[in-house]
């Protein structure tokens, strides 16, 4: 007896000849990456893709491509910066989707989740991330609790830098707990700056990722970007400022309520962690951990849980995290 799953074909006949070149990459070679992912087989002739193999497979095939197409042609994605990242977004987004096809399409259509920086714009690239623009869009208070390579921190720059670029707020402060120098940074080499920057280096990235470096270092200079550790945050109302708390998994109880209630007027504050790494003393209580429970149920803050379908680093880093989830879960 065959059991073999009976094979479909659909074609997709796309307008613009110049943005299928960009979408099909050279020679190619995004439809075979795709074509492996997703176990399908498309063919391009022209402008018609045709795409063959088991049913889901090949409406899931159609739906990212029509969905990246449309991303590239209502400038939502920059062609300069085009690969084959863009369509591991889209099967991350359908992925996370529980709806049929149509509104899959219709729900990523719809949605105008993007940060516009000064070297490039960002958009969403999972489900949670898109729960995470949505909180970061609405509420002046976000928690954003994941794993490593969610994006947590990179997107929470993105609104900063977003929200500083139409003057929306006066200043950028990114914060967080030195906690491997115990808050004593005293006996490490340099000026207060050269002693915290490498706790940042993510954040540093992020900026410079999105601002030109001579734009970051005169924010900095002239106090429209602030770094500085979780401790001299002490005593300091924010007045509009956009506030980013990294690695808050490591504050103690005192420190999250010191900076909660830092809050002033016209201030957006995300607080980020990671509660599988926490780097306290044996015995002592993560502050977000702790936040968590305290928080949840203040209607104007928001929380928001990034998990293994969110990592945007290679695959086999949601793997890894999967395989670490079940294991100190068993």
Not at 27 to 33: A, E, F, G, P, Q
Request: contains cysteine.
């Amino acid at each position: 007896m065959n059991n073999r799953i009976k094979k479909e074909e659909i074609s997709l006949e796309l307008p613009s000849n110049s943005l299928i070149a960009v979408l099909v990459g050279h020679h190619s070679i995004n439809l075979v990456k795709l074509e492996k992912i997703i176990d399908v087989n498309i063919n391009l002739f022209g402008n018609q893709f045709n795409i063959s193999g088991n049913k889901e497979n090949v409406n899931k095939a159609k739906l990212i491509i029509m969905n990246v197409y449309n991303k590239l042609s209502s400038n939502k994605l920059q062609i300069s910066e085009f690969d084959f990242s863009n369509f591991e977004t889209e099967l991350r987004m359908i992925k996370g989707m529980t709806c049929k096809s149509k509104s899959n399409l219709k729900i990523d259509q719809n949605k105008d989740f993007k940060f516009e920086t000064w070297k490039k714009t960002i958009i969403p690239k999972s489900i949670g991330q898109n729960k995470y623009f949505e909180a970061l869009n609405n509420f002046e208070l976000v928690l954003g609790l994941g794993p490593a390579g969610t994006g947590k921190s990179y997107l929470a720059v993105a609104k900063a830098i977003h929200m500083l670029k139409k003057g929306l707020v006066e200043k950028i402060i990114l914060t967080r707990p030195a906690v491997e120098a115990g808050e004593r940074l005293g006996f490490l080499p340099g000026d207060m700056k050269e002693k915290i920057d490498p706790y940042l280096k993510p954040i540093y990235d992020a900026l410079y990722e999105m601002m030109p470096a001579d734009r970051v270092e005169k924010k900095i200079q002239s106090g429209e970007i602030e770094i500085a550790p979780l401790a001299f945050m002490r005593g300091r109302t924010f007045t509009n400022a956009f506030v980013i708390v990294d690695e808050a998994q490591n504050t103690s109880p005192v420190q999250m309520k010191m900076v909660l209630t830092r809050v002033g007027e016209g201030s957006r504050m995300v607080i980020n962690g990671d509660l599988s790494q926490v780097d306290l003393p044996k015995g002592q209580i993560s502050g977000l951990k702790q936040s968590q429970k305290i928080l949840s149920n203040i209607e104007e803050i928001k929380i928001i849980y990034l998990g293994s379908d969110d990592v945007i680093r290679h695959p086999i880093v949601a793997k890894i995290i999967r395989a670490y989830d079940y294991f100190n879960k068993h």
